[in-house]
């Protein structure tokens, strides 16, 4: 028997949903979340991307790649903190967090990415806890169905959020051209 029949057999579907936390304060955090879709995607299991704080007003190369793939990719923000009035963001934020409730709890995803959350969680501007309670994202991670991956990129992971997780990657920032005066390129950040 090959490695991968026994892998197959091992992974059968049945394994209970996991939780993966990708934080830290380099680059990599979204793209390595986007890497699972796609390879969850390869696998024919049902993906949903609910992205917290990027705006469905601008384009994203992982928007456009996921849709041809047939992958739902949503942005629940609304933009920059300076566009938009706390109440904007804060409405957004309750709405993007009814929806991440409503579609991890349905049931209908093998996997659910929560792009920005852990960003979300913890800003500072502005109340959250609120209309995105950190005490509801503990328990949604507790008690959602048991076969949905669950993945929630963002710097800055809440403690108990980590605690509760299967997995922690920190990124850390090494280098970065952003110091040499190169910023947002297209196809590398959106
Ligand atoms: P990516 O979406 O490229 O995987 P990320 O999700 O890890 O990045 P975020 O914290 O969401 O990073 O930041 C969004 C953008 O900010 C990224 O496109 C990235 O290039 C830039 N960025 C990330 N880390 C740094 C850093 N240490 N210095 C400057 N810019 C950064
Ligand atoms: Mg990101």
């Known amino acids: 028997m090959s490695n991968e029949t026994v892998a197959n057999e091992k992974g059968n579907g049945k394994q209970r949903g996991l939780t993966l936390v990708y934080t830290g304060n380099g680059k990599g955090k979204t793209t390595a979340a986007l890497g699972l879709a796609l390879r969850a995607t390869g696998r024919d299991m049902k993906v949903l ?20 793939l047939g992958v739902e990719i949503r942005q629940l923000g609304i933009g920059f903190t300076w566009t938009k009035t706390p109440e904007e963001h804060r409405q957004a934020l ?3 967090w009814e929806i991440t409730r409503q579609e991890v709890m349905s049931g ?79 196809g590398i950040e959106f």
């Open 108 to 186: 209908n995803y093998d996997m659910v990415i929560l792009d920005e959350i852990n960003n979300a969680l913890v800003i500072k501007s502005f109340l959250v806890d609120d209309v995105l309670p950190l005490e509801e994202v503990l328990a949604l991670i507790k008690n959602r169905p048991s076969h949905t991956h669950l993945v929630l990129t963002g710097r800055n992971a809440d403690e108990k959020v980590m605690e509760l997780a299967d997995l922690v990657s920190r990124v850390d920032a090494v280098k970065h051209y952003y110091n040499e005066g190169i910023s947002s390129v297209k």
């Open 49 to 68: 991307v609910l992205q917290f704080l990027k705006s469905p007003e601008r384009t994203y190369g992982e928007q456009i790649a996921l849709q041809r």
């Open 94 to 96: 309750a709405r993007g």
